[in-house]
């Protein structure tokens, strides 16, 4: 029998999900399926991230888990409202070989159709991430002919010699060096390597 956890999500309050679990409930017992987990986010926008839905995030936690075998959800905008976000969550799940069932859609990746529909998705995904990666170097190339310089600030000389005077204190690994004079971690272990060189 096959393991199911239903995503159930309003963006009020004053909505309900009964609805939705009602009729996801229906599909699982005509196909047999045992649901093992209700995730349910009230009162949260589908525009939200992962981290701005808990029980989203503990979903997809427990998906690496493999506690269930398909995710349900009544539609796919309860999944989410950004194209790339619903990207990333069916990659995500499909990497961890977890299916989707969506009751609206009639999307289900658990049949051989569904699977082709999955396959096709990740193929208009790694298209949209190509398009994606050629507009971010575009505009990379057009800030650099505007004479933009790219990438970080370079760090002053006084950080430097503050980093370096830690450093040899010693005392402080390199995430507390590097939160107290606010810079990143790699600054702080380039300025090691250079040290220990």
Not at 141 to 147: D, L, S
Request: proline letters at 2%.
């Amino acid at each position: 029998m096959r393991r199911a956890a239903l995503y159930l999500r309003v963006s009020t309050d004053k909505r309900t999900t009964a609805n939705q679990e009602r009729d996801l409930r229906a599909v699982a017992q005509r196909s047999g399926w045992d649901i093992v987990e209700v995730y349910c986010d009230h009162g949260f926008s589908g525009a939200k991230g992962r981290d701005q839905r808990p029980r989203f995030d503990a979903m997809l936690k427990d998906a690496t888990r493999r506690r269930f075998d398909v995710i349900m959800a009544w539609s796919v905008d309860r999944l989410g409202r950004s194209l790339l976000d619903l990207i990333g969550f069916l990659n995500e799940i499909h990497a961890y070989g977890v299916d989707l069932f969506l009751h609206q859609q009639s999307l289900d990746t658990t049949g051989p159709m569904g699977k082709a529909m999955f396959q096709i998705m990740g193929v208009f995904s790694e298209l949209e991430r190509a398009f994606i990666q050629a507009r971010v170097r575009a505009g990379m190339a057009r800030a650099k002919a505007a004479g933009k310089k790219i990438g970080r600030p370079p760090v002053n000389a006084a950080t430097i010699a503050s980093i370096k005077a830690a450093l040899a204190e010693g005392g402080s690994g390199v995430h507390k060096i590097a939160r107290s004079l606010r810079v990143g971690t790699a600054t702080v272990q380039r300025i090691k390597r250079d040290l220990a060189a």
